[in-house]
């Protein structure tokens, strides 16, 4: 039967209000109830907040004692407010609403409370409820075995337990969660928007562990300041570490936390970040500040005659604004005091810290960008007077489609290089490029391309460029660069084995005029190296100060292989020039001669459990192997083994640095042990010897850091120890083991 009344829409409202705030129940028993929550209501509810739709078995009214009782599966509803229970009654002379057996009250934001009673007065502002549990939607859960409410709307239980752990096991069988907060008394203050635990204890899968005797949190969303779980680890240098963040939470969209870092071997560190989230876009700034000792001079390095104690800190800044749907602006700014702060307290292993500020303009057709930065060199020994500052560089891009039936990109770029103590170089070029694509009847696809560019650029003191292939002419040069190019593509497909199989011969010419490259310095451009990604570029050298002149050849083939489960990808290439003159590629790059050495890439994936990629440069005499390089992957997301081999045997005749031959190691692992338990590791390994580099100080094998640990991680926490080795000296960043003790708790404060 369904009834619509008004005085009993009070019991509705305040029971749900008052159950899913009083939530915490019966010591512990986080477990779930048997019964089911309310069903939605099959017919349309009041639109009045003063009634409430109610279904019973039975309505009983005793005239004397002026009670009227609901009973047989009484279900009640008031907006998104759903109740279910065995029995409700309302003693309309003592104000006593009480409803009992197999209590489910749903609210609105979906979370269900279950319990055995729950005791009000009619007015609801105050009262008692028994062996309650609330499960939150969020995943959550309170337990407790009696709440009270007072006068103020102050909730106060005792026994209480929360977690927002699953309490069952894949099969359904009751568990232990990972963790949870049990204690002798909470209170839920509404207008602070908090939870108090009083004689709390944190337990971890059932053992007590962290007593958290003041301990509080957030519920609701709602902004809250207050501390994070510490950080634990252990190294050589620093001795024991632990750090213990405080995060001041001044609005949804801004807080600040500070963090103090206190070692047994070192004097304390202190860290913060800001961030701010606003209309336009987003913003950090963070840094690290101590007082230790210094020695970042390779010639002292741990000598205590001539290290000394100074300030010491890291700045990191970072954020981005949308001003427009087309223009933005972005920024980073990344500064340290030294040379060896970064790699002695484990922030960053970087070798360079890089500053940037950029603003730019996107829309469909054009690109503006207008960028200037900078670069701190964290390398023990470089000098920093050398490093570039660039203010500016100006990227501007336009495409106009069209013109005979293919399209033009044009680009105006300015770059201002200034260094204190080194060259100085300023750069501008204007170029037009036409690409025309067109598939013949016979299938095989071509693409005409022409190019032009004019570039002025200015050098300063140049001889202070050591390499003379750097640094081109003193004061201004000219230079004007243009280029025709033919790419022939002619694709054959079929079936093989069940698959499909794709083969692509491939010829590309490229004309262009003798240039005078060696009159322009060179800054972008000085890491060529002949790879598969540029084996048919219109330009090979990386940057813009160089450009290959001259005429070639370029020829290789494309094959793929498509079958259930397997792809197999494969490029391989070469190319041959006309003239005999030098090239202004270096030795070693596999491009000096007319004709290239041989590259190529392969490719090989079964499902997802198998991913291997290999690249390779064999020298065109002898068939020597100049790259060697593997990369792959083995196995699932949960275990996998991931291999990485390099080898760079240019043979090269002379020192450059940005050519130095190298051969390197690399082997990481997971295993998943059980169902949230794994270990994992990882190793790099210098291989390179004096035959390959005699700068080198290898011996050809020499382990540079590894990393070994365990971790646990399910739905609400992370739990991980993790051994780490380094095995190289870099000022008062020493070698030797470190430990770090990871420890998480999801969810906790929702």
């Not at 619509?4 to 159950?19: E, I, K, N, S």
């Not at 010639?299 to 290290?307: F, I, K, N, Q, W």
């Not at 800190?313 to 340290?336: H, K, M």
């Not at 660039?390 to 501007?396: F, G, K, Q, R």
Request: glycine share 8%.
């Amino acid at each position: 039967m369904f009834f619509l009344v008004t005085r009993t829409a009070l019991l509705t409202t305040g029971a749900l209000a008052f159950a899913l705030w009083a939530a915490p129940v019966a010591a512990q028993d986080l477990q779930d109830r048997p019964m089911a929550p309310p069903p939605p209501s099959e017919t349309p509810l009041p639109t009045s907040d003063d009634q409430v739709q109610f279904s019973a078995g039975e309505l009983e009214y005793q005239m004397d004692d002026d009670v009227v009782t609901a009973t047989g599966d009484v279900r009640m509803y008031r907006r998104g407010d759903r109740l279910r229970a065995d029995r409700v009654s309302w003693n309309r002379k003592t104000g006593q609403v009480v409803a009992e057996g197999n209590i489910a009250v749903t609210n609105p934001q979906g979370d269900t409370a279950f319990g055995d009673r729950i005791e009000l007065t009619d007015s609801l502002k105050d009262g008692v409820i028994e062996n309650m549990l609330v499960v939150l939607d969020e995943g959550g859960r309170i337990a407790a075995r009696r709440g009270t409410r007072n006068d103020g709307g102050v909730i106060t239980v005792e026994d209480a337990a929360y977690t927002p752990c699953a309490v069952t096991d894949t099969g359904g069988c009751p568990k232990e969660p990972s963790w949870k907060i049990s204690a002798v008394r909470v209170v839920y203050d509404p207008d602070a928007g908090r939870i108090r635990y009083s004689g709390a204890r944190l337990s971890l899968f059932g053992l007590p562990t962290i007593p958290l005797p003041t301990f509080s949190h957030p519920v609701g969303g709602r902004a809250a300041s207050g501390f994070l779980f510490p950080d634990m680890r252990l190294d050589r240098v620093n001795g024991l570490q632990v750090s213990l963040p405080y995060v001041f939470k001044f609005a949804d969209n801004r807080d600040l936390t500070i963090t103090p870092h206190v070692f047994t071997g070192a004097l304390p560190m202190i860290q913060g970040e800001y961030r701010a989230l606003n209309d336009l876009g987003a913003y950090r700034i963070g840094g690290h500040a101590a007082y230790s000792r210094r020695s970042d001079d390779p010639g002292v390095v741990g000598s205590p005659a001539t290290s000394r104690y100074d300030f010491r800190g890291y700045l990191d800044a970072a954020g981005r604004l949308q001003l427009s749907p087309a223009w933005n602006v972005s920024g980073s700014l990344r500064r340290t005091t030294d040379r060896t702060f970064l790699r002695r307290y484990d922030i960053s292993r970087e070798d360079r810290l890089r500053s940037t500020v950029r603003a730019e303009r996107i829309d469909a057709d054009s690109y503006l960008s207008i960028t200037g930065w900078a670069v701190q060199t964290l390398r023990v020994g470089a000098n920093q007077g050398l490093q570039p500052v660039a203010l500016p560089e100006i990227d501007y891009r336009r495409r106009f489609e069209g013109l005979m039936g293919g399209r033009v990109e044009m680009q105006l770029n300015t770059l201002a290089l200034t260094r204190p103590e080194g060259q100085d170089t300023q750069r501008a070029f204007a170029s037009a490029r036409w690409d025309l694509r067109r598939v013949t009847t016979m299938g095989q696809e071509v693409t005409f391309t022409a190019f032009a560019r004019g570039d002025v650029y200015n050098a300063h003191d140049t001889l202070t460029t050591t390499v003379a292939s750097y640094r081109g002419n003193e004061g201004f040069s000219t230079r004007a660069i243009g280029a025709l190019a033919v790419d022939v593509k002619w694709p054959f497909i079929g079936t093989f084995l069940g698959g499909t199989q794709r083969v692509t011969p491939r010829v590309q010419v490229v004309a262009s005029p003798r240039l005078a490259n060696l009159s322009i310095p060179n800054e972008d451009a000085r890491a060529v190296d002949l790879e598969d990604s540029n084996l048919f570029a219109l330009n090979r050298f990386p940057g813009y100060d160089r450009f290959e002149d001259s005429t070639r050849f370029t020829y290789g083939i494309d094959y793929a292989l498509d079958l259930p489960g397997i792809s197999v990808e494969t490029t391989v290439g070469q190319s041959y020039r006309l003239n005999q003159r030098p090239s202004i590629l270096p030795d070693g790059t596999g491009l000096s001669d007319r004709f290239s050495d041989y590259v190529g890439r392969t490719t090989i994936r079964y499902r997802d459990f198998v991913s291997l990629t290999h690249r390779f440069r064999l020298d065109k005499d002898d068939f020597a192997v100049r790259r060697n390089e593997i990369d792959a992957t083995i196995g699932t997301r949960k275990t996998y083994l991931m291999l990485g081999y390099l080898r760079l045997n240019r043979d090269i005749g002379f020192a450059l640095e940005d050519l130095q031959d190298r051969e390197e190691a690399r082997v990481g692992a997971r295993v998943q042990v059980a169902r949230f338990w794994s270990v994992f590791g990882s190793a790099t390994v210098d291989l390179t010897d004096r035959r390959e580099d005699p700068l080198s100080l290898s011996d050809g094998f020499d382990p540079v850091r590894h990393r070994i640990g365990f971790a646990y991680e399910d739905d609400c926490l992370r739990l991980g120890l993790t051994w780490k080795r380094d095995y190289e000296d870099t000022g008062d960043a020493r070698r030797g083991n470190s430990y770090l003790l990871t420890l998480a708790f999801k969810n906790l404060g929702r």
